[in-house]
């Protein structure tokens, strides 16, 4: 008796059907599945959307980097450094804002939009899928979430290797200008 408790315990359950998977097997899909992040959020309606965002594959990480960067870099730029005190920022993000959209068509910020949300869930669903659904009534919980998935995914980029990146290639910048 006390074998076949043994036995029972060592499985585990995986669906109603009865089918079953035994602990090795379970922690080897575990140590293959991407990290996952939960992410909650309120709304400017006040309603709490909880979303499961799961973290994108190196290679997917770069090959987007062109991407983002297409969109982001020259507006990111233009707000590095500003401080506050000393800048006006009535006149610095409009312009940061407008060289964003001028990079943008309509489509180009759907297709955007759908790439960098791509493996977001809310309520099991996918957010891309159910885009209209999901958003409706809450379109500023987009920017939230957008910028979420860029900082999980490209934060130690930025942090890290970009940083050393660029301290190395400075020298090599200020000896080619001599």
């Known amino acids: 008796m006390k074998t076949?408790?043994?036995d029972v315990l060592s499985k585990i359950k995986i669906n109603n059907n009865g089918d079953t998977m035994d602990q090795s097997q379970s922690s080897i899909m575990k140590s293959l599945a991407r990290p996952e992040t939960s992410f909650e959020v309120e709304s400017l309606?006040?309603?709490?959307?909880?979303?499961?965002?799961?973290?994108?594959?190196?290679?997917t990480v770069f090959s987007r980097i062109p991407l983002v960067?297409?969109?982001?870099?020259?507006?990111?730029?233009?707000?590095?450094?500003?401080?506050?005190?000393?800048?006006?920022?009535?006149?610095?993000?409009?312009?940061?804002?407008?060289?964003?959209?001028?990079?943008?068509?309509e489509n180009d910020l759907i297709s955007f939009i759908s790439t960098l949300l791509e493996g977001v869930y809310y309520n099991n669903q996918s957010v891309t899928e159910n885009f209209d659904n999901v958003f409706q009534?809450?379109?500023?919980?987009?920017?939230?979430?957008?910028?979420?998935?860029i900082e999980i995914n490209y934060g130690p980029f930025f942090k890290t290797g970009f940083n050393n990146l660029m301290t190395s290639?400075?020298?090599?910048?200020?000896l080619s200008k001599a």
């Open 137 to 149: 009534g809450k379109s500023d919980v987009v920017v939230h979430l957008i910028t979420k998935v």
């Open 69 to 105: 960067g297409k969109y982001f870099a020259v507006p990111m730029s233009m707000l590095v450094g500003v401080k506050p005190e000393e800048t006006d920022l009535a006149e610095v993000i409009p312009a940061a804002l407008l060289q964003l959209f001028n990079t943008m068509e």
């Open 4 to 6: 076949q408790y043994k």
């Open 169 to 174: 290639l400075l020298p090599v910048v200020n």
């Open 45 to 59: 309606t006040g309603d709490k959307m909880s979303f499961r965002i799961i973290h994108w594959k190196p290679t």
